[in-house]
């Protein structure tokens, strides 16, 4: 009876440690596609403004588009202007 507990607690003991590795080795994949996931949403972003400044220039090139060219450079300079009152605080 005391073999059989004593066999039955080794494999707990192993199963245990079989777990441990296994979560550990799970937290570094997600940790690595957490990385991986930041590096593309900083692609993402950096792609999202060159399209901005794309439309902005093909904008710029009829006469109707320098109204929103105009437009939208106004309001970027009211954003940084309130980037810039928030840095000041």
């Given at each position: 009876?005391?073999?059989?507990?004593?066999?039955?607690?080794?494999?707990?003991?192993?199963?245990?440690?079989?777990i441990k590795k296994n979560l550990s080795e799970?937290?570094?994949?997600?940790?690595?596609?957490?990385?991986?996931?930041?590096?593309?949403?900083?692609?993402?972003?950096?792609?999202?403004?060159k399209i901005k400044l794309l439309k902005i220039?093909?904008?710029?090139?009829?006469?109707?588009?320098?109204?929103d060219a105009k437009l939208k450079i106004n309001?970027?300079?009211?954003?940084?202007?309130?980037?810039?009152?928030?840095?000041?605080?």
């Open positions: 009876m005391i073999t059989s507990i004593d066999f039955k607690v080794k494999r707990f003991i192993e199963q245990h440690n079989e799970y937290q570094n994949k997600i940790q690595e596609l957490k990385t991986i996931n930041d590096q593309h949403q900083k692609t993402i972003n950096e792609l999202k403004d220039a093909k904008s710029a090139e009829t006469k109707e588009g320098a109204v309001e970027m300079v009211r954003e940084i202007d309130k980037c810039i009152g928030l840095l000041n605080r």
